[in-house]
DNA sequence: GATTTTCCTTGACGACTGTCAAGCTTTGAT
DNA sequence: ATCAAAGCTTGACAGTCGTCAAGGAAAATC
C-alpha cells in the first residue's frame, strides 16, 4: 500500500495537460507553443513541489507558526524563490491546501472495490482508518487545522467546503456500499455518517497524538457498532 | 437565559476562597492574614478579568493571531500589565482556557432537569444546541482552534482533554436522560454519542460562519432522528 | 559563442512579536 | 502626613515575520 508521503512525492512529476492550442497551422508558430506549454508545464512543476514542502511543514508546525522561511528550508531552494513562484503567502496556502486534496479523497475507494462481503469491507475499512490515523497523523491534524482555520479567514474556505464535501462523498461511497452488501439501507444522511465518522477519527487522533493509546483501542473496538449504527 | 458573554463578565467578581489559615490564635496575625487574603483575591480578580480578556480576543482573532498587545487593548490596561499578572503568554492562554471551560460544561443542563417528557428534551435540546452555535457562534469556533492547537503544542493539552471529557459528560446526561424519558437505553456509548453530537456542531458552526443558512437547517431537520438514533 | 530570458539567492525594509526593566501613579499601613 | 508596597505605563530590546528589489547564475535562444 502506498503512503501518503509516496503520493506527494510523485505528485511533483505530475505536469498538467493544457488546451490553449487552437487552429494554427504554422510550423513556427506550433513550435513556439510547444515551448511555451514546456514552461508552463516547468513553472507549474516547481509550484507543486514548492506547495508539497509547504504541505509537509503545515504538517509539522501548524498553521499558526508555519513562515516562509522555514518551508523554504523544508525545500531545496531559498525563500525568495516562494515570491518568484506565488503571489503571497496566502496562495502558497492555497495550493498546499490543493495539494492535500489530491491526497485525502480515494483512501477508501480500493477497500471499497475489492470488498466482496459486508464483514469483509467492515474490517478492512476499520483496519485502514487507524492505519492512516497513525501513519498519517501529522497531515490528519494539519487537515483539522486548516478546517478550523478557514473559520477566521475566508480566503481558502471555499477549498476547505470542496474538501470536506469529498471526504464525505468518500465515506458515504463505504456506507452505502456497505449496505448494499448487507442488503439493508443506510439510516442515516450522508452527511450524519460524515460527522459521525469523522468526529471519531478527530477524537481518536487527537488521544493519539496525547500518548493514549488505550482509548484509540476503544474507539476502534466502537468503530464496528458505530458503523451498524448507520446501517439497518 | 444568560448568554455566555453574561457569565463571562459577572465571573470577573468571582473570589476564589482558599485555606490558608491554619491554627492562628494571634490577633495581629489574624488580620495580617486577612489582608494578605484580600491582596491576593484582588491579585485573583485582575488575573481572571484578563483571562476574560484574552478569551474574547482569542474568539474575535483565532490561536494563530492573538497578541499580547491586541490583548491589551480588548482590556482597559496595558500591554505591560500582561507580565505582571502572568509569567508568560502560555501561562495566559491556559488561564483563559479554564475561563472557556467554566462557561461551555453546563449549557444543557437546565434543559436536562426542567424537562418532563422526552419529545421536550429532545425539542429544547435541539433548540438550545443551535441557539448558542448562532450565539456563540466565535467562542465555540475558538474551542475548536483551541483543541486544534493542542495537537501541536502539549503546553495545554491537559487542560483540553480535561474540557473535553466535560463537554462529553454534560451531552451525556442529555441522551441518558432521554432514554429514561423514553423507557428505552442508549444504542452508542457515551463517546460515541459525544462525538457524533459534536461533529454534527463543528459542521454546523463551518457552515454557519459560511453564511451557508440551508445547511445548517437541513442539520436542525436531521437532529432528532440522530438524537433517537443514539437511543433505543 | 554571444545574448537574452529565466531562475534563484542575497540582503534589506518596515512592521510586528514576546519580554522585561525603569519609573510613574495609586493604594494602603503606620 | 509619610512612606513603602502594589499596580500600572512606557519605551526599548532582540527576534521574527512577509515582502521585495538588486543582481548573480543558469539555461535557452539565436
Known sequence: ?????????????????????????????????????????????????????????????????TSLREIAQNSEFSHGVLHYYFADKRDLIVEAVRQYERVCVTKYDEVVAHATSADQLREEFVAMFFDT?????????????????????EYFRADVLEIDAHREAM????????AELREGAPTASSGTAYVTLDGIFQRALLHHLSGNAETVASLRAE??????????
Chains 1, 2 share one sequence.
Request: aromatic content about 8%; overall charge positive.
Open 1 to 65: 500500500m502506498t503512503t501518503v508521503q509516496d503520493f506527494l512525492d510523485e505528485r511533483s512529476t505530475v505536469v498538467a495537460i493544457r488546451a490553449t492550442i487552437c487552429g494554427v497551422t504554422d510550423v513556427a508558430q506550433r513550435k513556439q507553443d510547444k515551448i511555451a506549454r514546456r514552461q508552463v508545464d516547468k513553472f507549474d512543476a516547481r509550484r507543486t513541489e514548492l506547495a508539497v514542502a509547504t504541505l509537509h511543514t503545515l504538517a509539522e508546525l501548524g498553521y499558526a507558526r
Open 171 to 178: 465515506v458515504w461511497r463505504v456506507i452505502s456500499r456497505y
Open 223 to 232: 468503530l464496528p457498532g458505530v458503523i451498524d449504527l448507520l446501517v439497518a
Open 133 to 153: 490515523l497513525e501513519k498519517d497523523a501529522t497531515l490528519h491534524r494539519l487537515w483539522y487545522d486548516l478546517r478550523n482555520q478557514s473559520l477566521y479567514e
